[in-house]
């Protein structure tokens, strides 16, 4: 079965330019999380959506970034314009809509704005 | 208000030796706990869950974990470690009827041969 697809895997541009990442989460599943890496930080939840309805986007850090999830099969999240301290890693997760149920992480994509 | 204590962000064994990685959460209700593994350049993977039922939950790899309400904790073991165990683990705890979760800032494990 395939799991969740996140692409690019790994994204390298200028400070400025506009970055978008891509999610595809496993079929049925119904939550989509977007999280960011950082050895400073950890794991950070940014935002979730629930049947393509965003809940929580308090862990968005400012208005540069922006996530949509258009259809159950895909989300965005973008960041216009972007800086170097957006570097990071960020991945994409879904799970069924339950608490007791597992979250299902992709492979992420690596993201160095120069 | 949830949170995960992960006590040691980086624990080395000897390969054969056994593996302790310790987990506290706070948390007001029962919570749902999670161990999730990550391998260098990879997503988090499910190691093992607990919801309801037997305390002792067994995972994948070996690996099982202890729910301890009276203690608040969830550690992780395995009776004996393997070279590619070698990686970065994360303790979540997810309240119930909530979605999201809330990780600890993970433990580095290094087993030497």
């Known amino acids: 079965d395939a799991g969740v697809i996140q692409s690019p895997r790994h994204e390298v541009t200028e400070m400025g330019q506009e970055v978008t990442l891509r999610c595809k989460p496993i079929?049925?599943?119904?939550?989509l999380f977007w999280y960011r890496q950082t050895m400073m930080r950890g794991l950070e939840l940014l935002i979730y959506?629930?049947?393509?309805?965003?809940?929580?986007d308090s862990g968005m850090p400012e208005d540069r970034f922006s996530a949509k999830m258009p259809n159950a099969s895909f989300s965005t999240l973008k960041i216009q314009p972007s800086e170097p301290r957006d570097s990071a890693v960020y991945f994409c997760?879904?799970?069924?809509?339950?608490?007791?149920?597992?979250?299902?992480f992709g492979d992420g994509t690596r993201l160095s704005i120069l | 208000a949830q949170s995960v204590t992960q006590l040691g962000s980086h624990v080395s064994v000897s390969e054969g030796a056994l593996v302790l990685l310790r987990c506290n959460y706070s948390?007001?209700?029962?919570?749902?706990l999670f161990w999730y593994v990550q391998y260098p350049n990879q997503g988090l993977q499910l190691l093992l869950k607990?919801?309801?039922?037997?305390?002792l939950v067994k995972g994948i790899n070996g690996f099982e974990a202890e729910f301890k309400k009276s203690e608040t904790s969830f550690h992780l073991t395995k009776p004996s470690a393997h070279m590619s165990d070698a990686a970065e683990y994360f303790c979540?705890?997810?309240?119930?009827?909530?979605?999201?979760?809330?990780f600890g800032t993970g433990t580095r494990l290094t087993v030497i041969p």
């Open positions: 607990y919801t309801t039922g037997a305390t």
């Open positions: 959506f629930n049947n393509n309805v965003p809940i929580d």
């Open positions: 979540a705890v997810r309240k119930t009827g909530a979605n999201n979760l809330f």
């Open positions: 079929s049925g599943h119904n939550s």
């Open positions: 948390s007001s209700v029962p919570p749902y």
């Open positions: 997760a879904s799970s069924f809509d339950a608490s007791n149920q597992p979250q299902h």
